[in-house]
């Protein structure tokens, strides 16, 4: 795997667990509106907005570098609109990156023994 490919995976997994948080908190906040005088609604789907923006910004980078077929980029963008969809894409896009590391490893280690 290469850098650019590598960055584009850590900046979109440093983005969805954040994102799947304030997506949680916003829906508590939306409950909390209709239930109480509480109304953080403003101040958490501005912050919401702002990392889902991010999140697909990423998502983009991350499908162009990474070269994703259509089906795995629309699971990963599935699964920023679904409220635990965040963590699902953090662990399944860290388990991705391991496995382009660890067969990037065992070319260069194919390479050197074949020289």
Same mark, same amino acid.
């Given at each position: 795997?290469?850098?650019?490919?590598?960055?584009?995976?850590?900046?979109?997994?440093?983005?969805?667990?954040?994102?799947?948080?304030? +997506?949680? /908190?916003?829906?508590?906040c939306s409950v909390l509106k209709r239930t109480t005088d509480f109304n953080a609604v403003p101040v958490m789907g501005a912050i919401h907005g702002l990392l889902f923006v991010l999140y697909a910004l990423f998502w983009l980078d991350a499908w162009n570098k990474a070269k994703w077929p259509l089906k795995t980029a629309a699971l990963? +963008?599935? /699964?920023?609109?679904?409220?635990f969809g965040g963590f699902v894409a953090d662990r399944r896009l860290k388990r991705e990156a391991d496995d382009m590391v660890a067969a990037s490893r065992a070319d260069r280690k194919g390479v050197v023994d074949a020289a």
């Amino acid at each position: 795997m290469d850098i650019k490919t590598a960055s584009a995976l850590h900046r979109l997994r440093l983005v969805s667990g954040p994102e799947a948080v304030s +997506f949680i /908190l916003l829906l508590i906040c939306s409950v909390l509106k209709r239930t109480t005088d509480f109304n953080a609604v403003p101040v958490m789907g501005a912050i919401h907005g702002l990392l889902f923006v991010l999140y697909a910004l990423f998502w983009l980078d991350a499908w162009n570098k990474a070269k994703w077929p259509l089906k795995t980029a629309a699971l990963y +963008f599935v /699964l920023s609109v679904l409220p635990f969809g965040g963590f699902v894409a953090d662990r399944r896009l860290k388990r991705e990156a391991d496995d382009m590391v660890a067969a990037s490893r065992a070319d260069r280690k194919g390479v050197v023994d074949a020289a």
